[in-house]
């Protein structure tokens, strides 16, 4: 079956340091997203992508970046991780109906907890 | 810009009680409206959908009327289990160029025995 994992699914880091999270699809969706949840704020927008080598901030970006070589892949990227990034990550894909357009239907992977001590 | 607002929770209801949860969307367009259920630490899966003006959505039970004339999507179950313990996320994606799904904060529903 297919499916969309994320990894890790808990890590700890300190302020400062570099941190990757992980998101791998196999429904072969060319639309994929990063979400943060927080109490109180619900899902907010990180990044997304329509599209290998597209890439496109959301809401909440700063601090974050991503990359997206190929179909199955978008990596979340803290390039120098600080107290307010820790929350839990939702990596999500959609199937693509034309490039950018979307069903609205989000297939998201189980989550990762991230906490920066 | 484009929100949606749902009530806040947290929800107590009793085992085979009435549920309603309330969400009304600001938007520029014609969206189309969702809901989402979040089991606890699992990811968010969708729960129905509609897509145009006096459409109804309904899965396990669950119902939603897309009512275009007070901007609302009332997520509604005549009788909760406690299986339906979650937290709700009513989004909205709007037609016409790229595309984002925009949820609101999400109300946590407690189904007690």
């Known amino acids: 079956d297919a499916e969309i994992t994320q990894s890790p699914r808990h890590k700890i880091t300190e302020t400062g340091r570099q941190v990757t999270l992980a998101c791998h699809q196999t429904?072969?969706?060319?639309?994929m997203f990063w979400y943060r949840q927080d109490l109180g704020h619900g899902l907010r927008l990180i990044h997304y992508s329509y599209g290998v080598q597209d890439t496109n901030k959301g809401e909440v970006s700063d601090g974050y970046s991503v990359s997206r070589s190929n179909t199955e892949d978008l990596p979340l990227t803290l390039e120098s991780a600080a107290s307010s990034q820790t929350s839990v990550y939702f990596c999500?894909?959609?199937?693509?109906?034309?490039?950018?357009?979307?069903?609205?239907?989000?297939?998201f992977g189980e989550g990762s907890r991230l906490t920066v001590l | 810009g484009n929100s949606v607002t749902q009530m806040e929770g947290p929800v107590t209801l009793s085992e085979e009680a009435f549920l309603t949860i309330n969400c009304t969307y600001t938007?520029?367009?014609?969206?189309?409206l969702f809901w989402y259920v979040q089991y606890p630490g699992e990811g968010l899966q969708l729960l129905l959908k509609?897509?145009?003006?006096?459409d109804k959505g309904s899965n396990k039970g669950f119902e939603a009327t897309y009512r275009k004339e007070t901007t609302s999507f009332h997520l509604e179950k005549g009788s909760v289990q406690v299986s339906d313990s979650a937290v709700y996320f009513c989004a909205l994606l709007l037609s016409g160029g790229y595309q984002k799904v925009t949820f609101g904060t999400g109300t946590k529903l407690q189904v007690i025995p």
């Open positions: 938007a520029t367009g014609y969206p189309s």
């Open positions: 429904w072969n969706h060319n639309n």
């Open positions: 999500a894909s959609s199937e693509s109906v034309g490039q950018g357009w979307s069903t609205g239907e989000l297939f």
């Open positions: 509609a897509t145009k003006a006096d």
